[in-house]
């Protein structure tokens, strides 16, 4: 479940503020828009989410806002400060933290990495050591702090990837697809550490991006829908829920057979529809205006020759809210 903290609605108290933020790479062949317009407001205490598919325009966002890459126009502020022109304060105040990282000395041990890179923030070497080992135990590290960081398995390497971010005890919090490539276990370990070290101050913010539709459900206050590289929506989960409502979703499941997407989608009554291969068979998720609707998808599929499987009415997710604003499931528009 999301948290129940809500942020303050003083507006001069804001974590993050873009203003018509873009961002445009330059080729020798071509121009490429990564962000176009971006205005956000996160507020102090707030976990934010950014949602959206793999060149969506998120990692370019987060890198941004933490000085590693300057805007082609627009502002934008992190913790009060210009990323552009007050860049050198603001770096002592955020953190980041991105999946997969492969960050360091693979040679050092995982106590002395972390040492390192807290004399690179300028942490008094005592406290550090008794920030690291306090954090180390409670992501479950501590019998592997004298291990080398090549003998890591991903998770433990995240893991003190997160130890690395946390130990400074940033003001703003930035985490980029945390938990990418992740067991089940690993991803939730790191989660619940993110949600403790927020917990623990109220005036903390982590700015969050995934293409993982229940970790941002799971973990966010409030989520910006970002593709192509725009935010299309923005709300709390909820909301963003409710606004598919009205729609009647249905799983559908189809033996393999006649390729059948396109056919569904221009049946009058059915607002989206999309659909992923797993474990053999094609599993269809439909947005339809009304129980009505139903028997012309059942015409439809069975006049492609296609023999249905299975079929389930449910509650909307995120991935249909995305699947609506968008017209495509987050694994169409990847691809």
């Not at 001069?12 to 961002?23: D, F, G, H, M, P």
């Not at 992740?182 to 005036?203: F, G, H, K, N």
């Not at 729609?247 to 221009?266: F, N, S």
Request: proline content about 3%; hydrophobic content about 40%; overall charge negative.
């Amino acid at each position: 479940m999301a948290r129940t903290h809500h942020p303050s609605s003083d507006t001069s108290r804001l974590a993050v503020e873009t203003r018509r933020l873009t961002r445009v790479y330059k080729t020798r062949r071509e121009l490429t828009t990564a962000l176009q317009d971006v205005d956000l407001e996160v507020g102090e205490g707030e976990l934010f989410g950014v949602l959206g598919p793999n060149g969506a325009g998120k990692t370019t966002l987060i890198k941004i806002l933490v000085t590693l890459l300057l805007p082609t126009s627009g502002q934008a502020f992190v913790d009060g400060l210009d990323v552009v022109t007050d860049y050198k304060r603001l770096r002592s105040r955020i953190g980041m933290v991105s999946g997969g990282e492969q960050a360091g000395y693979g040679i050092l041990k995982v106590r002395e990495q972390l040492w390192m890179f807290s004399q690179f923030y300028g942490m008094d070497s005592t406290a550090a050591r008794k920030r690291i080992d306090e954090l180390l135990e409670r992501l479950g590290l501590s019998d592997a702090a004298n291990k080398q960081i090549t003998g890591l398995s991903s998770g433990m390497r995240q893991k003190m990837n997160l130890v690395r971010g946390l130990m400074t005890d940033p003001r703003v919090l930035f985490l980029d697809e945390p938990t990418v490539a992740l067991d089940v276990s690993a991803a939730r370990d790191v989660r619940s550490e993110v949600r403790r070290w927020m917990r623990e101050d109220p005036t903390r913010t982590v700015i969050l991006t995934t293409h993982y539709m229940q970790e941002a459900d799971e973990l966010c206050d409030r989520v910006a829908i970002v593709n192509r590289g725009r935010i299309v929506a923005e709300g709390t989960p909820r909301a963003l829920k409710q606004s598919v409502d009205d729609d009647v979703i249905v799983d559908l499941q189809l033996d393999p057979g006649t390729p059948v997407l396109d056919r569904l989608r221009a049946i009058e009554g059915v607002g989206a529809a999309s659909v992923r291969e797993e474990d053999g068979v094609d599993r269809f998720s439909l947005m339809l205006a009304d129980d009505g609707v139903l028997p012309r998808v059942m015409t439809t599929v069975e006049g492609a020759g296609r023999h249905v499987s299975g079929l389930v009415r449910r509650q909307p997710t995120l991935e249909d809210a995305f699947v609506k604003l968008v017209g495509r499931s987050m694994t169409e528009e990847e691809a």
